[in-house]
Each structure stands twice: as C-alpha cells, then as structure tokens.
C-alpha cells in the first residue's frame, strides 16, 4: 500500500509526449493534451480521488494486507467514531478485534476467506470469550472488509464471501454463554447504600426510583430537567441512542425530586453528582467527628498534598460508579452487583404493577418511527407511573 502523502500532486507537463501528467501514489496518469479543460477536469478528478482516500492513492487491491487494511481502517475509525469530541468505545473495540486477527496481519486480503474466518471464530471460542464478544468481533471484522471495498482496498468477493458465514450461535458453538443481568434484589441494594457515600447513594436511589441508565444518572445537570409539571421530565444530551436521533425523556417522580433538590443549588450547566463534592463532604464529615482538639494535631487541609496526581473529578463516569458500588459490596460482604442491575430491577417494579407497555416507556424503549399521538400517550402514561412509584 502507498504511503500517505501530505502534499498534493502537481499538473505537469510530460515534455516527451506534450500531455498533461500527474504522479499519485507512484503511478503515473496521463490526462490528455497539457492546458486543455479536458485534461486539467481529468486532473481534478484524480485529485478528488486522491483526497478521498485520506492522501492515500489508489492502491492494488489484490496486494493489500490484511495489516494495512486494519491500519487504514482503524485511522478512519478514530475519525468517525466520535461524541462530543472524543473518540467512542467503539474505537478500542476495534482495536481489540483487530488484535484478535494478528496471526493474518501479514496476509495478503484475498487470502483472509471464510475458513480463515472461522479458524479466527474457533479460536475466540477456545480462548474463553463469550458468545456476544465473539459475535462483536466477527462484525467489527466483517465490517472492516465492506469498508476496505468501498475503499478499494479490498476485492469486493473477498467480503461478500465473509458475509457469508453466520455468527456464533446459542448452544451450537460451543462458545461461553455467560448468565443474562438480572435485577438486583432491593434488599442487596438497601445493604449496599447503607455502605455508599452519600452522593452515590443518593444516585443509586435516584437510578432505582426513575430507571434512568447509568449514563444518564452520571449526566444529570439541572438544566436537562423540565420541573413545571408535578413530574418533572430529564431529557438527556448525550444517550445512547443520541446518534439515531432518538429523543430520550425521563420521568422523575416525587420521591426522586425530594432526593434531587439538595443536588439543584448550582449552576445549571454544573454535574449534581460530582466526585469532588462526595469527596468534600467525605473530608466534612471526618472533620466533624475529630475528637483531637483542634489546637493539636494536623489543622485541616495540611496533610495534604499540594499538587497530587489526581484529583476529584467534577462528574461521575460510569465505571467510576461501578467501581464505587462495588467496593461497597464488598465492604458489605455481599456478592458485587453493577448500576445497570438497577435498571433491570425498576423495569421489573414497573411491568409487575403497570404491565410491559408502561415498564417500555419508563425505560425509554421506543422506536424513532412512532406517531405523534402515541408520543403523547407515553408521556401521559409516564408521567401517571413516575407520580406513583415515586
């Protein structure tokens, strides 16, 4: 595969011939009678191409790599898939797909076919990972090959023919099928918040009070909610299904607004739920009860260090509060359990006292598609659950 290139090919003058001539990627084209339109359209041409292929040229498919291939889509991954600037988890998700297949780097694509594909899959399985991992690979692989087609990197037999082989199947592949989330019992969640800072408690009770995904809880400013009504409605800036252009609303009731208003004293645009509070009010209450008199010992603040490594954070990520519900479980002494157990658990609450189509809208599962009237009944139907649980 050619190298990269950060200049643009020139329009020259082949002075042996009198045609216009320009070198892209080593290869040389000719475009006809130099200075005429025809020849500098044909130029330009070429070098949308040229720019279209990320400054790459056009290269011998046939000769590609299946390295080179990665590398080329991998570069364009971390350009498309991108939130609010930063690369998704997508991104490592490839990167990791992309390792899984190391042994063929050096091969050439054409050669990567359905029994290489497979013999990928069958290692995956001996490997220990589970089934949906496995799927989740062999796509991001499958997808890599269509996209090096588009790009003519990759003959287009070679990806319709890996198109062909189905995915990992339940009980017939012999791939790990780990055990589905289920809810968490409101007892376990009760032992562990009585372990939790208070900030994390109070999001773990807001999360089991609404529903809300555990992104969504991490989220949470006072300008995403809507409190005119008795129930108030969040509407979330960034979710999970963002890039669909789905629009996500939930529902807070009363019982999770008594829980919020101590979290609403600050600038809208501020997270509630912020590390470097929790952390305050942890270093608060040790203060508190200090039982050295404060004439003695260390004054507050000045054990501390000046400059450390890290500091609080002004918002909760998901795995930051993960990890701190699970080291509540296990000061606890009960088996660890994650916040989207939480989810599961009020889906649970809700289709037991409302039915399936009320624990679908709590839940925020809709699809893009749905007519204006039922968009008015889910809010009605919403609003009537979050009034009652709370």
């Known amino acids: 595969m050619p190298r990269l290139s950060s200049r643009v090919p020139s329009y020259r003058k082949h002075k042996a011939s009198g045609q216009a001539i320009v070198t892209i990627a080593g290869k040389d084209h000719y475009l006809g009678p130099h200075g005429t339109a ?17 400054r790459r040229g056009t290269a011998d498919a046939e000769a590609t790599t299946v390295a080179q291939l990665a590398n080329a889509y991998l570069r364009f991954a ?34 990567f076919g359905p029994l290489a594909f497979q013999a990928v899959q069958r ?26 087609v588009a790009q003519e990197l990759v003959p287009a037999h070679v990806a ?7 995915g990992c199947r339940k009980g017939r592949s012999g791939a790990r099928e780990p055990e589905p989330v289920t809810p968490v019992d409101d007892a376990m969640v009760a032992v562990a918040i009585a372990q939790l800072p208070q900030v994390v408690a109070d999001m773990v009770r807001v999360q089991h009070l609404t529903g809300m995904r555990p992104q969504d809880v991490c989220n949470l400013r006072p300008c995403d909610l809507d409190r005119d009504g008795d129930v108030w409605l969040y509407q979330p800036s960034d979710h999970k299904t963002t890039h669909l252009g789905r629009a996500r609303v939930i529902f807070v009731g009363p019982k999770a607004q008594e829980i919020l208003l101590r979290y609403l004293v600050c600038d809208a645009q501020v997270y509630c739920f912020s590390p470097a509070d929790s952390e305050a009010k942890r270093l608060a209450g ?40 699970h080291r509540a479980c296990d000061k ?26 009320a624990a679908q809208i709590i839940l925020g599962h809709s699809r893009a598609d749905v007519t204006q009237v039922y968009a008015e009944r889910d809010l009605a139907r919403g609003s009537e659950v979050a009034r009652q649980i709370g």
């Not at 930063?86 to 780097?105: F, M, P, Q």
């Not at 319709?160 to 189905?166: H, I, R, S, W």
């Not at 157990?341 to 009020?346: L, P």
């Open 286 to 325: 040790l203060h508190a009860a200090r039982k050295t008199p404060k004439s003695c010992g260390n004054r507050p603040g000045t054990n501390r260090k000046a400059s450390p490594k890290r500091k609080p954070r002004e918002k909760y990520t998901t795995d930051s509060y993960r990890r701190a519900i």
């Open 123 to 148: 290692a995956l399985i001996d490997g220990g990972l589970a089934l949906k991992t496995i799927n989740s690979y062999g796509g991001i692989i499958k997808r890599m090959f269509r996209w090096g």
């Open 160 to 166: 319709q023919a890996l198109g062909m082989v189905p």
């Open 332 to 357: 606890a002494g009960i088996p660890r359990w994650s916040p989207n157990r939480i989810r599961h658990t009020a889906a649970t609450n809700v289709r037991k006292r409302f039915g399936l189509e």
């Open 78 to 111: 971390k350009g498309y898939y991108v939130k609010n600037g930063k690369s998704t988890k997508e991104v490592d998700n490839i990167r990791l797909a992309i390792k899984r297949i190391k042994a063929y780097h050096d091969v050439a694509v054409t050669e």
């Open 38 to 54: 025809a020849s500098k359209r044909a130029y330009d041409r070429l070098i949308c191409e040229f720019l279209q292929s990320n």
